[in-house]
């Protein structure tokens, strides 16, 4: 397949969590300047999605509100064809200062609403006769992270749920993958001390840090027909922060 014509989403629906910044707009930005439909999807929405197909707010981690989401852009004709997981929250700290509330809220939407997202999505793929879901999830779920034992859990929990979905989809011809960043030039890094920024950046073999355009990219191909043959794996994007 010519590659122009794989990364061609013309038509497409395409569903993006935690599309309103960051990684999740610049993939929003990617499909629909490759002719997607897309629905952005997050819990402070803003003005940014406008352009796209559907804008909808919605709190990925209420399975009801996401259930009455899912129903909704079904009987409006936008089904997904792909859904890329991807928002997410930290709330740090080392686990003997862990709130309880810290521990849940980031279990609950990193998660809990990952998994409520594919419980909406699989079926309207399995009807449609496949799809493809991108997860992002992150190096400091695979490798561990001091003072997120709650990030690195709920991201670590976000591969198994990657690896068991594919296997459930793969009949159904519907792919599951996970993009694993290293850290990503966002508001959110620009905001961390320069001792952590300094210190991610020292770790990488490539000297910088990912723009978000790199994630982006990572999930196109695996949404793409391009991708047609892989299922089930976790792809990193961290210039060799992790290795
Ligand atoms: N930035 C990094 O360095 C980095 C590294 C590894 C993994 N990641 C992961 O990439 C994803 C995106 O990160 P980012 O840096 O772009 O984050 P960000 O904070 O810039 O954007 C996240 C978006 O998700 C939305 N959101 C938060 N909670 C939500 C909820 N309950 N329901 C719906 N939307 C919600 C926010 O409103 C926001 O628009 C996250 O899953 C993050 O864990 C980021």
Redesign the pocket.
Known sequence: MAEREAFDFSGRVVWI??????????CAEAFHARGARVVG??????TSLAKYARAVE?????PKAVAAAGAELASDNLAPDVLV??????RDGVMWKLQTEDWTQVL???LN?AFYMMREAVPLMRSAGGGAIVN??????ERGKFGQTN?SAA?AGLIGLTKSGAREGGRFGIRVNAV??????????ADLPATIRDA?LAETALGR??A?ED?ANAVLFLASPLAAHITGQVIRV?GGQYM
């Open positions: 969590t935690g599309a309103a910044r960051g990684i999740g707009l610049t999807i997050d819990v402070k929405p803003g919605l709190n990925i981690a209420d997981n991807n928002a997410g929250i930290t609950d939407v990193n609403g992002i999830t992150s190096i400091n779920g990030y991201k694993s960043p290293g850290m990503i030039e966002t508001e959110l890094a991610a840090l990912g978000t994630v961290d």
